[in-house]
């Protein structure tokens, strides 16, 4: 406590010292700084320098040519089908969940109870998802046996729960959480003045959501979509836990260029694979943001 | 006129329920039977045998299971406690002296959303390595990346909690009474903030038992990529974990939402954000 009176004075003082000061107040910040330094900034600068560099660390594109790979195409085209059909998917089935609550009373149980839980499951995602849905329509869930005991069995063609189709089947559990809790505040927004305004001007219920809901909430639904396919493309654990061969989307491609457990060891090209999805995905999301700034323009 | 009007608005009305009815039946059934389906199979007797608490039983007697969770629970304790130690001085030492690197701070803190943990974990990659042929290859050098994943979190919360009182009167009161440093983190700061960092210490241990992707490919076998591989040979053991895992994380999110109150926004960007490093 010998410094203590110090500082004390200086601040009822003004700041008197304050030139000499400013450099040590610095200091506070720096062990912070030093870590994200070394545990954010500099992966990040691995990732960037390290897609350009060859094994001898001469610069070289040769890691981006290999993104031309037959089989990184097909799985970057696989990644965005997948993220596209779980995106526009869970966003209709979301808005609908999101407008059955909305509809509903504001301070109500219901209300209260369906947000907290779109909280939680639209977190619920990896292995234990993955499990959940095996144990469901698996090959000894109980749903599939029910099914099969009546004579409807769901894998006569082929397993799809553990092909792209399930993966789709499994994302749907996270994405319609996320769609609701990203699209009842554009919803809440609406007010009801507006469809008596419709109505006083003698438009019936396809008028309202024709010209004036539907314009009004377009962005922020497409906005809320976009959110959902970056959500969906970036995925990892949930895929890797269902199809463990062939590894059918990006992230497991980063992965295995990583690993070099299935192909070989390219570290230089995980880095580019790397460098592709975050293209892709900050794409999604400016666009997102600069939806949602068109979409706060009216509902608030 | 009225009555006709009326009568249109009574259908509508009618239409809703029957709407809405249909809707929360059919989301009840799609997020709760695969649930329940968890809890079914891993009671599942033998053959034709009756319900059975085997699986559940056994799971001590799996030492690499065992080693996964005790590894998973010593992650989220060094985890949060790393997080809180760097942060909450940082914060306010920021708030009072540096206000203009403030939303610097922010924005570091906020950039690990933006980066798929897949992505994150190639950068991750070379520096493991490292670490690991100089210091140490623990699997509790996870730690480490997993206070990054957590910053956006935890940095959310605090700054609720430091924004809700003056951090600058209170600070400026107690150091004229002759407290140090420490003292005024500890016994003014900490707790008028305790709220915040419950909450932000509740996030990280969900993220971090949740997590699976960076350890995955650091070839680290925490809980997650343990119950994966369980689940390769005994389906009904892994499941068994993964219910408990499960139960646990809600049990700590139904708590954070509880601490929560009141603050349904912040609460609400939060969850959606964790989510997707969870899944990441």
Known sequence: ?????????????????????????????????????????????????????????????????????????????????????????????????????????????????????????????????????????????????????????????????????????????????????????????????????????????????????????????????????????????????????????????????????????????????????????????????LLQRRTSRWLQ | MAAVRRGVQGTRRLKLQVFRIIVFVAAGLFFLVPIGAMVEFSTRGVGDQPRTLAAWQSIGTYPDLVAAITASLELAAITTIAMLVLLVPTMVWVRLKLPRLNPIIEFICLLPLTIPAIVLVVGLFPIYNWMGTNFSDSILTLSIAYVVLVLPYAYRSLEAGLASIDVKTLTEAARSLGAGWFTVMWRIIVPNISSAILNSAFLSVALVLGEYTIANNLLYNNLQVEIAMLGRANAGVSIAVAVASLLFAFVVLVLLSFFNRGRGRLQLVELQQVMRTERG
């Open chain 1, 1 to 289: 406590m010998t410094i203590a009176g110090a500082p004390a004075i200086t601040t009822s003082a003004g700041r008197p010292l304050g030139g000499r000061r400013l450099p040590l107040d610095w200091l506070g910040a720096v062990p912070f700084l030093v870590y994200v330094a070394i545990f954010l900034f500099l992966p990040t600068a691995i990732i960037v320098g390290g897609s350009v560099l060859d094994a001898n660390g001469s610069l070289t594109l040769v890691n981006f040519a290999h993104l031309s790979r037959d089989y990184i195409v097909k799985t970057t085209l696989n990644t965005i089908g997948l993220s596209a059909v779980t995106a526009l998917a869970g966003a209709t089935f979301g808005a609908l969940l999101a407008y059955a609550i909305a509809v509903g009373n504001r301070e109500g149980l219901v209300r209260r109870l369906t947000l907290s839980v779109s909280g939680v499951l639209a977190q619920f995602g990896g292995v234990t998802l993955a499990f959940a849905f095996i144990a469901t329509i698996g090959p000894a869930g109980f749903l599939y046996l029910w099914l099969a005991q009546h004579h409807a069995d769901i894998y006569a063609h082929s397993l799809w729960l553990f092909e792209l189709p399930g993966v789709a089947l499994v994302y749907l559990y996270f994405q319609i959480p996320l769609m609701v809790l990203v699209f009842l505040p554009a919803l809440d927004g609406i007010k009801p003045q507006w469809r008596e305004a419709t109505e006083s001007l003698g438009g019936g219920t396809w008028h309202y959501w024709r010209y004036v809901a539907g314009p009004l909430l377009a962005p922020a639904f497409l906005g809320a979509t976009l959110l959902l396919f970056a959500n969906a493309f970036s995925a990892y654990a949930t895929v890797n836990a269902l199809i463990n061969q062939g590894q059918p989307v990006i992230s497991q491609q980063i992965s295995g260029a990583l690993s070099g457990e299935v192909g070989t060891f390219e570290p230089g090209f995980a880095k580019a694979i790397a460098v592709e999805m975050v293209i892709i995905v900050t794409a999604v999301t400016v666009l997102y943001s």
